[in-house]
């Protein structure tokens, strides 16, 4: 059983800052891409941010710049610093990652999501 543990959401400013946690733990042999997904009120789930084993990252568009995405592999977590958010990134914010167990195949986890609320 793997899971993932997002942490670090809640209300904030427009103008300020706030850094996301999420950490894996369970029967995980390796991790591979980790990610943060965000779903609005009435709105489709979408991608954030991605970041591979190795560290290299991709992000949406409209976040360049604002958003950060990190991993720290020794603690098999991934981060995402959010400075100058708007009211319009208020969302739930979900961690996903793949990873293998000892059986070598692939597969994808969810966490439970986190509210970040932007709003002055």
């Known amino acids: 059983q793997v899971q993932l543990v997002e942490s670090g959401g809640g209300l904030v400013q427009p103008g300020g800052s706030l850094r996301l946690s999420c950490a894996a733990s369970?029967?995980?042999?390796?991790?591979?891409?980790m990610r943060w997904y965000r779903q609005a009120p009435g709105k489709q789930r979408e991608l954030v941010a991605r970041?591979?084993?190795?560290?290299?990252?991709n992000y949406a568009d409209s976040l360049k710049g604002r958003f950060t995405i990190s991993r720290d592999n020794a603690k098999n977590t991934v981060y995402l610093q959010m400075n100058n958010p708007k009211p319009e990134d208020t969302a739930v914010y979900y961690c996903?990652?793949?990873?293998?167990?000892?059986?070598?195949?692939?597969?994808?986890?969810w966490g439970q999501g986190t509210l970040v609320t932007v709003s002055p």
């Open positions: 369970g029967d995980i042999f390796r991790l591979y891409d």
């Open positions: 970041i591979t084993s190795g560290g290299n990252t």
């Open positions: 996903n990652a793949d990873y293998s167990n000892y059986d070598s195949r692939v597969r994808e986890v």
